[in-house]
C-alpha cells in the first residue's frame, strides 16, 4: 500500500482511492510567460514518478495538469516585447513540452488550455453567487471568505495571520481584504484575452481555472492534488474554499506539495544572476537523465539546493549505472514483466523516498557490475519505474546528425506510445515519415533511419 504525505490533514496517510479502478490526480502546470527553470523541472520530474508509481499499481491513472494561458504576467510580457498573447503563450508551451521531454517526464493524459474552458469558469461563478459565497461589485466578481467556516483549513493559518502575512490586494469594493477575485473586469489593452460574461466583459481569476477544470476531467471529488509548496497558500487554499462552496464535494482527498528549490544556498534571483532556466542546463551540455537524478536526491517534500557538487554527484551515479548497465539484453528485458526489489518499492510506496530508493539502487548497480544478474535486472526494472532510460539516452546521442525537429517529433512520439495514445503516435510517425525517416520501436526507446531516395526538401 501507498502512504502519502497529505498537506490538508497535516500527515503521512494511507493512500486510498476513491475509485481504485481509475486513480485521479491533478497537477497545477505551467504559466506560459516564460521557459521553465529548474525549480518548475523538480516539480515537473517529481510528479511524474507518482505519475509512475500510481500506473504501476493501478490499471488506470487519469493526470490532468493544466496550462494556465491567460494571466496578469503574459500580458505583461507580451506588452513589453511586442509579440502577441497567443504567439508567447504556443511558444512556451512548446519549449515546455520539449524540456520536459528531455527529463523523460510523460506527458500527462489530459492537458487542459484555460482559455479553451471559459464557459466551464462562469457557470461555476454563476453558482457560487447563487449560493451567496459570492458577490459582484464594480464588474468583479469575489469569493465571500466569510461564507466558509472552514478558509485557512489548508494553510493551517487564521485569516488575520494571511492579511498580516501576505500581500493582499485591498480594494474599496472588497467586503473583506482576503476576499479573493473569480472574474475581473479587462482593460483597453487587454481584449485580445478578454471574455464576455454577465458581469463584465474580462477574465477569470488564477484559483477559479484550476477548480473549473479539475471539475470537468476529474469530477467534484477526486485523489490526489498536486503542487509546488507556494501553492499551499493562497492558490490551494482558494481552490479548496469555491469549489467545495460551488459543488459540496470534496474536491482534492489528498494534498501534495513539494519543496523549493535553491542554487548554491540562496533563492533563484535574477537580481543575484543564478536564475536557471531548464533550457539554458541542457543547452550546455547537462544530461536530461542527470538533472532527473540530482531532483529526486533530496525527499521531494524538503527543499533542494542545486550545487556544483550535487549536479557532479549526480554524473558520476548516472555513470556507475550506465556502466552497470552494459550487460543488459534490453529487447529480453523489456518484454519481462515489471518485477521490483521489495525493499525498493516500499521506498517508493513510503511517500515517494527517493533517497532510500537511490540507495538501494547503488547497491544493485555494485553487484551487477560483479557479475550478479539478478541485481542487473532488479538495477534495470528499477529505473525503467523511475523514469531513467539510459539506453535511450545512448540512442539519441546516435542520433546527433538527425534535424532536431525530426528528434522532437521522435520524442513527443516516444511519450504517447509510453501514454497508450497510439491514434496521436501513428499521425506523429506520419510526420516522421514526411520528413525523410522512418522510426523503429523498443519498448522504452526508439530508432529513426533515413529513408532513401526520400526528398524532404520544402514544399
Known amino acids: 500500500m501507498i502512504s502519502i504525505y497529505n498537506t490538508l490533514t497535516d500527515r503521512k496517510d494511507i493512500f486510498v482511492p476513491q475509485d481504485s479502478t481509475d486513480v485521479t490526480m491533478y497537477v497545477c502546470g505551467p504559466t506560459v510567460y516564460d521557459v521553465p527553470h529548474i525549480g518548475n523541472a523538480r516539480s515537473a520530474v517529481v510528479y511524474d514518478v507518482l505519475y509512475r508509481l500510481l500506473r504501476y499499481h493501478y490499471p488506470k491513472v487519469t493526470y490532468v495538469r493544466n496550462i494556465t494561458d491567460v494571466d496578469d504576467k503574459i500580458i505583461e510580457v507580451a506588452q513589453h516585447s511586442g509579440e502577441s498573447i497567443s504567439s508567447l503563450t504556443s511558444r512556451i508551451t512548446d519549449c515546455y513540452h520539449q524540456d520536459l521531454s528531455a527529463l523523460n517526464c510523460l506527458q500527462p493524459t489530459i492537458e487542459p488550455k484555460a482559455t479553451e474552458h471559459i464557459p466551464e469558469m462562469i457557470e461555476m ?5 447563487r449560493n451567496n459565497n459570492a458577490y459582484c461589485a464594480e464588474g468583479h466578481v469575489l469569493f465571500d471568505i466569510s461564507s466558509y467556516e472552514h478558509y485557512g483549513q489548508l494553510s493551517k493559518t487564521t485569516v488575520q495571520n494571511m492579511i498580516a502575512g501576505a500581500r493582499i490586494e485591498v480594494a474599496p469594493f472588497k467586503k473583506n481584504p482576503c476576499d479573493f477575485v473569480l472574474w475581473k473586469p479587462s482593460k483597453a489593452y487587454e481584449e485580445s484575452v478578454s471574455f464576455n460574461s454577465p458581469w463584465s466583459r474580462g477574465r477569470p481569476g488564477w484559483h477559479l481555472e484550476c477548480s473549473a477544470m479539475s471539475k470537468k476531467y476529474l469530477g467534484e471529488t477526486f485523489d490526489i492534488h498536486g503542487g509546488g509548496s507556494d501553492l499551499v497558500f493562497p492558490h490551494h487554499e482558494n481552490e479548496l474554499a469555491q469549489s467545495r462552496c460551488a459543488t459540496h464535494g470534496t474536491f482534492a482527498q489528498y494534498f501534495v506539495h513539494n519543496g523549493f528549490l535553491t542554487v548554491e544556498g540562496e533563492k533563484m534571483s535574477k537580481s543575484l544572476g543564478n536564475f536557471l532556466t531548464l533550457r539554458s542546463v541542457l543547452n550546455k551540455g547537462m544530461e536530461g537523465a542527470v538533472l532527473r537524478y540530482f531532483f529526486l536526491t533530496t525527499h521531494y517534500r524538503k527543499p533542494l539546493n542545486y550545487t556544483h557538487k550535487g549536479i557532479e554527484d549526480a554524473k558520476r551515479s548516472i555513470a556507475k549505472f550506465r556502466e552497470a548497465l552494459k550487460r543488459v539484453n534490453v529487447d529480453k528485458m523489456s518484454n519481462e514483466p515489471m518485477t521490483l526489489d521489495l525493499d525498493f518499492i516500499e521506498s517508493l510506496r513510503d511517500d515517494i523516498n527517493t533517497p532510500r530508493a537511490f540507495a538501494l539502487m547503488h547497491s544493485f548497480a555494485n553487484s551487477a557490475i560483479s557479475g550478479d544478474d539478478n541485481s542487473l535486472k532488479h538495477l534495470y526494472m528499477a529505473m ?25 517529433l521522435a520524442d513527443e512520439r516516444l511519450q504517447l506510445r509510453q501514454s497508450k495514445q497510439w491514434t496521436e503516435a501513428d499521425l506523429v510517425r506520419k510526420k516522421i515519415a514526411a520528413l525523410g525517416y522512418s522510426i523503429e520501436d523498443t519498448e522504452t526507446a526508439y530508432n529513426l533511419i533515413r529513408i532513401e531516395n526520400h526528398d524532404n526538401t520544402p514544399k
Open 125 to 129: 461563478v454563476e453558482t457560487l453567487i
Open 384 to 408: 525503467k519505474l523511475l523514469g531513467f532510460d539510459l539506453v535511450q539516452t545512448s540512442t539519441h546521442n546516435e542520433h546527433s546528425h538527425i534535424p532536431t525537429e525530426v528528434k522532437t
